[in-house]
T-cell receptor
Framework: KQEVTQIPAALSVPEGENLVLNCSFTDSAIYNLQWFRQDPGKGLTSLLLIQSSQREQTSGRLNASLDKSSGRSTLYIAASQPGDSATYLCAVIGDNNDMRFGAGTRLTVKP | AAGVIQSPRHLIKEKRETATLKCYPIPRHDTVYWYQQGPGQDPQFLISFYEKMQSDKGSIPDRFSAQQFSDYHSELNMSSLELGDSALYFC??????????????FGEGSRLTVL
């Protein structure tokens, strides 16, 4: 059974810092990996999708990488802003559409 | 751009009652997924539909059922509600077939409270 782990569980940084969130998964036979943002009591906002054949995706200040063989993905956030404060979830999608989420990293960016 | 619409946004029920949640996917998305997120937990996959047929089943209790209709909207029916069913229920959609990149687009969720 696929297990997804996110490290760290929580992170607090001053505004302007660059930061890296980590996601690891146990079964490398994945279809996609998707990073989401979740604000308290809100839905999931898709940030980046990396298909299994890709190694990275970029959107604005966000860059996500994928290393299937080692079962790892990272989300890099450049020049963090207080508005980036949220929980970031990594989700791994298997060939059968089964989607497994990590427990998330709770990010706080201090002004 | 149109997003995934879920209704109702909030629902309060008593134990042993029945609840129905509705999900309207993004236009031209024919795949719908349901997730349950308990307090402080990550979302758990319940069930998915593609072209009105069940495509995958996760940890959905037997007391729950779901279906996808001809207009691709989906309904999650929950009966004999228990206190532990209190959660945020998310619906997600994606385009199926050859257009399916696997990217999921989530609604805002329906918060069910069972008293």
């Amino acid at each position: 059974k696929q297990e997804v782990t996110q490290i760290p569980a929580a992170l607090s940084v001053p505004e302007g810092e660059n930061l890296v969130l980590n996601c690891s998964f146990t079964d490398s036979a994945i279809y996609n990996l998707q990073w989401f943002r979740q604000d308290p009591g809100k839905g999931l906002t898709s940030l980046l999708l990396i298909q299994s054949s890709q190694r990275e995706q970029t959107s604005g200040r966000l860059n996500a990488s994928l290393d299937k063989s080692s079962g790892r993905s990272t989300l890099y956030i450049a020049a963090s802003q207080p508005g980036d404060s949220a929980t970031y979830l990594c989700a791994v999608i298997g060939d059968n559409n089964d989607m497994r989420f990590g427990a998330g990293t709770r990010l706080t960016v201090k002004p | 751009a149109a997003g995934v619409i879920q209704s109702p946004r909030h629902l309060i029920k008593e134990k042993r009652e029945t609840a129905t949640l509705k999900c309207y996917p993004i236009p031209r998305h024919d795949t719908v997924y349901w997730y349950q997120q308990g307090p402080g937990q990550d979302p758990q996959f319940l069930i998915s539909f593609y072209e009105k047929m069940q495509s995958d089943k996760g940890s959905i209790p037997d007391r729950f059922s779901a279906q996808q209709f001809s207009d691709y909207h989906s309904e999650l029916n929950m009966s004999s509600l228990e206190l532990g069913d209190s959660a945020l229920y998310f619906c997600a959609s994606s385009p199926g077939g050859q257009m399916n990149t696997g990217e999921l687009f989530f609604g805002e969720g329906s918060r069910l409270t069972v008293l």
